[in-house]
């Protein structure tokens, strides 16, 4: 379901390419890549990870696998780089209420 759609005061849901010259006080990112081949497709894009990375004013969430982003013959280096500094958070640990 698109944000837009839960009618969440002040949000927004952008294509990275949507971002492009915009700024906002929380950025919520997901990757959508997750393979056993560790392919990145357009997340290679260095242009396109730095977009996603200095839209926000305060902090960023980033929902993806590791693994993939991380491991990938073709981008990982930039995304081990990026996610240095990232708190790996367990997804299975939030429960809906």
Same mark, same amino acid.
């Given at each position: 379901?698109? %944000?837009?759609? %839960?009618?969440?005061?002040?949000?927004?849901?952008?294509?990275?390419?949507?971002?492009?010259?915009?700024?906002?006080?929380?950025?919520?990112?997901?990757?959508?890549?997750?393979?056993?081949?560790?392919?990145?497709?357009?997340?290679?894009?260095? =242009? =396109?990870?730095?977009?996603?990375?200095?839209?926000?004013?305060?902090?960023?969430?980033?929902?993806?696998?590791?693994?993939? %982003?991380?491991?990938?013959?073709?981008?990982?280096? %930039?995304?081990?780089?990026?996610?240095?500094?990232?708190?790996?958070?367990?997804?299975?640990?939030?429960?809906?209420?």
């Amino acid at each position: 379901m698109a %944000l837009d759609a %839960l009618r969440l005061p002040n949000t927004t849901a952008l294509t990275v390419d949507g971002a492009q010259g915009r700024e906002y006080d929380y950025v919520i990112f997901a990757t959508v890549r997750c393979n056993a081949d560790n392919e990145l497709g357009f997340l290679k894009d260095e =242009r =396109r990870l730095n977009v996603a990375w200095t839209r926000a004013r305060y902090g960023r969430i980033i929902i993806g696998d590791r693994r993939t %982003l991380e491991g990938a013959d073709d981008g990982g280096a %930039l995304w081990r780089e990026a996610l240095a500094d990232c708190e790996e958070v367990d997804a299975a640990a939030f429960k809906p209420k």
